[in-house]
């Protein structure tokens, strides 16, 4: 980092960059949920991702980059090389599709096992996406289909949220933003 | 990748099935009673979605329906009027979005679903009726023959084989006063006679793509293969076969070239081609067919015996597994992505066994027995296999997409060096002759050799008879005299040594009064002592008795000597033997 750099995010005029891994089932809605987040000028039309798409948005103190991941299973082998370098991780999760929630699961487990996860601290957001949705679980019923409670190395949070109207969006955010934000500080 | 199992929280956890599937659903009342040819998993919405069609069986008289699963979501129901024995979905037209049709197929019609909404009826062609099952009722309806005159006859055609229609069947199970209301009623429709479909299967029409139009293709209990035109229905193929067919297996295409394996009722499996009228003979089964799958250019057949086999399309055998148990289902496993093909096979014991080949590389433990199976995308997992049981319940199992199939058998089989292929000499046309003449003539061959083995036992037991009655033989088989008998002779002629061995093979009891003497030509032997007297014989011991023959002629020939042990005063031998004597040397004057 520059000196101007610094001396600029010392007068509190650049913020912080704070890398996040956007992860989860294809069909999730994470493109939806960074298309929501992304300023109004970016916003595209959402199409199933192919590999991984690089996404740029802030909140009112960091400055993000986001790995959107595809979700679909011959691409899902990309997701580990990011681990290294990821501050933090969004979890996506359909909770209307309930059928396939043991490999959401399945993939958290492969996820949590990974050397570059395990022995750190990275938090964890869950979004029980598409809350709008009839037969959609609630955010508790998805938590505890996915064994959340045995997380118990790292900070991680739920919430429900509809990607489409922006519903719970924020307050997920709000609470990564919060985490990643006491970790940049400590480093 | 991580490793899975090192952590206890894994082992623990229950969804993990072996660690190849993931257990994503389990109903053990879902109350579905079906089989594997009335499972299918298509996206009927176009939403990208695909969704899990079933024909349910109910009880097999009523309740039956065919219901489509969203997920786990029972979504839709429709009733069926009859039992359904196949479903299939295939495009029908180009219209977009493209949304595949649902065809049941349920005693002689094809109801087809568009939107899961009735949209066709289609009806197989009715059959020709026998002209004088025709003729009968014709003279019931003019009044010319009365009921029991009519059942009389048409008794009489089904039991010279003749295929009678459902009226006609029905009624001569009737009651005698059930005759002549149920006649009344019917003699005045017109006599239809029709088949049932067994089997059903699509084949694409012109072009290979995933979403392309497909025909359907039918197997009905009047031995045909009907192939149906998507668009309007009609027949645009009929095909022949010596028996019911019960499972097709369709590849290629209509119109350019497309082959069906069919297994029959008969044990036979026949290959229909383009082109073709009828079918040609491939492989004979030595039981009943229960299932059939293709594995690329093989076949692979399970039997009633409990075993899979495995063909080449030619007909030759490739090897055949025993089972543990009887099979219930049979699935084929096509995974793309991975490029895993096997064959899965659902057995009695609650257990999927899963064959790669001819290995076994995994086996999937149900708490139910397990009796229709599909593989293939369901929702939006492309590895989905769904179970259903005989309880009525719903399994759904994903395959994990780090798992790998182990190419090795994962019971202890024969070694792999047993699969190298000898260098077998190639044939003689000698041997190719024989063995022609032996196909020509096996059954002539069969009977003479039959013929003569009951000669030989006839002559056998004759012989055997004859010995007894007259005691000829050198044991005694009389439980009061237990004796064995043999005897040699030594030298070289004329004057040879006899020697009778007696032994007493009773455990306890001691032989008294015997004595031995023999028979012979007296013109050619003389025998120095004709008269032995045996001294008491005590049991297990063998006692030696010898006496000099000497030979009367020099011409060189021999006659045999027959020795008996005789019990005094008793004219009947205990036992005989019959001594071959050797051909004397000439006496050498010196
Ligand atoms: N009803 C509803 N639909 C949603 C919601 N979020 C996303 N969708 C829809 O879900 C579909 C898939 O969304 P995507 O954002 O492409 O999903 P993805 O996770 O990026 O999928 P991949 O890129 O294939 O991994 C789209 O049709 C979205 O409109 C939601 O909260 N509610
Ligand atoms: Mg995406």
Request: glycine content about 6%; cysteine-free.
């Given at each position: 980092m520059g000196f101007l750099d610094r001396l600029a995010q010392m007068l509190g005029l650049k913020k912080k960059d704070a890398k996040v891994l956007v992860v989860g089932l294809d069909n999730s809605g994470k493109s939806t949920i960074l298309n929501h987040l992304k300023p109004e000028e970016a916003k595209t039309d959402i199409v199933a991702t192919v590999g991984f798409k690089q996404e740029v948005f802030q909140t009112k103190t960091l400055q993000f980059t986001a790995f959107d991941m595809s979700g679909q299973g011959r691409y899902?082998?990309?997701?580990?090389?990011y681990y290294k370098e990821c501050n933090g991780i969004i979890f996506v999760i359909d909770s209307s599709d309930k059928l396939r929630m043991v490999v959401a699961k399945d993939e958290l487990d492969t996820l949590l096992q990974h050397p570059d996860i395990k022995d750190k601290r990275t938090p964890i957001l869950f979004f029980a996406n598409k809350m709008d949705l009839r037969d959609a679980l609630s955010s508790v019923k998805c938590s505890q289909l996915l064994g959340?409670?045995?997380?118990?190395d790292r900070a991680w949070h739920i919430c429900a949220s509809n990607a489409i109207s922006g519903e719970g969006l924020a307050e997920g955010i709000d609470w990564l933003t919060e985490q990643l934000q006491s970790m940049l500080k400590g480093k | 990748m991580t490793s899975q199992s090192t952590t206890s929280k894994d082992s623990i956890?229950?969804?993990?099935?072996?660690?190849?599937?993931?257990?994503a659903f389990y109903d053990p009342v879902a109350s579905l009673y079906t089989f594997s040819q009335c499972i299918t998993l298509s996206d009927i919405n176009a939403d990208g979605d695909n969704k899990l069609i079933i024909a349910d069986l109910g009880t097999g008289s009523y309740q039956m329906k065919l219901k489509v699963y969203k997920g786990t979501n029972l979504v839709s129901e429709n009733t069926l009027i009859d039992l359904p024995t196949g479903v299939a979905t295939f495009y029908m037209?180009?219209?977009?979005?493209?949304t595949p049709a649902v065809a049941v197929a349920s005693g002689p019609y094809m109801y087809v679903y568009k939107n899961l909404r009735p949209y066709f009826k289609f009806t197989l062609p009715s059959l020709e009726i026998n002209p004088l099952e025709q003729d009968v009722w014709n003279q019931v309806r003019d009044e010319r023959i009365d009921v029991g005159v009519l059942r009389e006859m048409l008794e009489g055609m089904r039991a010279e084989g003749t295929s009678l229609t459902v009226r006609s069947l029905r009624f001569i199970q009737l009651q005698a006063e059930d005759l002549e209301a149920f006649a009344n009623q019917y003699k005045h429709t017109p006599l239809k006679k029709q088949t049932v479909i067994t089997s059903l299967g699509t084949m694409k029409k012109s072009l290979a793509e995933e979403d392309a139009i497909s025909c359907l293709v039918l197997g009905t209990e009047s031995k045909q293969v009907y192939i149906l035109d998507p668009e309007a229905f009609t027949v645009l193929s009929t095909m022949n076969l010596p028996s019911v067919p019960v499972f097709l297996n369709v590849s290629g295409l209509y119109d350019v070239e497309f082959r069906i394996i069919v297994a029959c009722r008969n044990g036979n499996i026949y290959m229909l081609k383009r082109g073709t009228k009828n079918a040609r003979s491939c492989i004979e089964l030595n039981s009943q067919p229960v299932g059939l799958e293709r594995m690329g250019k093989n076949i692979v057949v399970g039997c009633m015996d409990e075993t899979l086999q495995c063909y080449t399309?030619?007909?030759?055998?490739?090897w055949t597994i025993k089972l543990p148990a009887s099979i219930t289902s049979m699935e084929n496993v096509d995974h793309k992505s991975k490029g895993f093909k096997a064959v899965m096979v659902a057995l009695s014991n609650c257990e999927v066994h899963i064959y790669k080949d001819k290995y076994l590389v995994n086996i999937i433990k149900t708490e139910d027995i397990v009796t229709g199976m599909k593989f293939g995308r369901f929702g939006r997992e492309d590895a989905s296999l769904i179970m259903t049981t005989k309880g009525g319940g719903l399994i759904v199992k994903i395959l994990k997409r780090t798992a790998v199939f182990e190419e090795k058998d994962a019971t202890a089989g024969p070694p792999v060096s047993q699969n190298i292929k000898l260098n077998v000499p190639k044939k003689t046309k000698l041997f190719v002759d024989q063995t022609m003449r032996e196909r020509e003539h096996c059954v002539s061959m069969h009977r003479m050799f039959q013929h003569d083995l009951y000669r030989l036992r006839l002559d056998a037991a004759r012989s055997y008879v004859k010995a007894l009655e007259t005691s000829m033989n050198p044991v005694s088989t009389n439980t009061t005299e237990p004796l064995k008998l043999s005897a040699q002779v030594q030298g070289i002629g004329p004057t040879f040594k006899l020697t009778v061995n007696l032994q007493n093979?009773?455990?306890s009891t001691a032989s008294f009064n015997l004595l031995i003497t023999f028979q012979f030509d007296d013109r050619l032997y003389n025998i120095h002592k004709t008269y032995i007297p045996v001294p008491m014989l005590v049991p297990g011991l063998s006692y030696a008795f010898e006496t000099f023959v000497d030979c009367l002629s020099d011409k060189g020939i021999s006659d045999t000597i027959k020795v008996f042990v005789l019990r005094q005063g008793r004219s009947v031998p205990i036992i005989t033997a019959m001594i071959s004597m050797p051909v004397s040397e000439t006496m050498v004057v010196v």
């Open positions: 899902r082998s990309l997701w580990e090389h959340l409670d045995m997380v118990k | 956890d229950a969804t993990r099935d072996d660690g190849k599937w993931l257990s037209d180009q219209n977009e979005p493209r399309t030619k007909g030759k055998k490739l093979t009773s455990i």
